[in-house]
């Protein structure tokens, strides 16, 4: 069973960056697409980014596209989240995921991935 671990999240000013990361273990990692979700007080999870099992193909949401840019290394069963010209609505506790299935497209929906990590939490102030 994979096993997803969070982590480069904290306080930012708006404007700034910061690069989120999320490490496997357990598992086949290099055959399942992967993504990020974010939830933020109050709100539903939402969809913020997903890359194929590859790494050759992305998908975003439209928030955040032109702004975040979404890799993995799958050598080091890991992925990441590079985040750019941050803004205070992006402030959420941001979670990594794994499909259900290997070999996924990657804009399908939340519903289809089954495992995710413990978040990392992202603050960006006005």
């Known amino acids: 069973q994979v096993q997803l671990v969070e982590s480069g999240g904290g306080l930012v000013q708006a404007g700034g960056s910061l690069r989120l990361s999320c490490a496997a273990s357990?598992?086949?990692?290099?055959?399942?697409?992967m993504a990020w979700f974010r939830q933020a007080p109050g709100k539903e999870r939402e969809f913020v980014a997903a890359?194929?099992?590859?790494?050759?193909?992305?998908y975003y949401a439209t928030a955040v596209e032109g702004r975040f840019t979404i890799s993995r290394d799958n050598a080091k069963n890991a992925m990441y989240l590079q985040m750019n010209s941050l803004k205070p609505e992006d402030t959420a506790v941001y979670y990594c995921a794994k499909q259900i299935n290997p070999f996924g497209g990657t804009r399908l929906g939340p519903n289809q991935y089954n495992t995710r990590g413990q978040g990392t939490q992202v603050t960006v102030s006005s």
């Open positions: 890359i194929n099992w590859s790494g050759r193909e992305a």
């Open positions: 357990g598992g086949t990692f290099s055959r399942y697409t």
